[in-house]
């Protein structure tokens, strides 16, 4: 097989710009599934932002840092 110097080139130039595409498709993926298992368990607080650790099955959960009442799903008054 002999391959020209265009075609040397053009795979140079090609290769890593593939790469680059791969990687950041894998990197976009692996985010979007940490994301997601991270909402799953833990819940924001709508008062004060804190993160905690919630139940699977618990409608309201209660901040362990300023006692507010959570709803699953969002306030509906608050957003
Ligand atoms: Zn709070």
Same mark, same amino acid.
């Given at each position: 097989? *002999?391959?020209? $110097?265009?075609?040397l080139? $053009?795979?140079?130039? *090609?290769? !890593?710009? $593939?790469? *680059?595409?791969?990687?950041?498709?894998?990197?976009?993926?692996?985010e979007?599934?940490?994301?997601?298992?991270?909402?799953?368990?833990?819940? =924001?607080?709508?008062? +004060?932002? #804190?993160?905690? !650790? =919630?139940?699977r099955?618990?409608? *309201?959960?209660? +901040? !362990?840092? +300023?006692?507010?009442? #959570?709803?699953?799903?969002?306030?509906?008054?608050?957003?």
């Amino acid at each position: 097989m *002999i391959v020209s $110097l265009s075609q040397l080139l $053009l795979a140079l130039v *090609i290769l !890593p710009f $593939l790469w *680059i595409l791969v990687d950041g498709l894998f990197s976009h993926l692996g985010e979007r599934r940490f994301q997601r298992r991270q909402q799953r368990g833990v819940r =924001e607080c709508h008062l +004060c932002g #804190n993160h905690y !650790p =919630e139940g699977r099955k618990v409608k *309201i959960s209660t +901040c !362990p840092d +300023c006692d507010a009442q #959570n709803v699953r799903g969002g306030h509906r008054k608050l957003g």
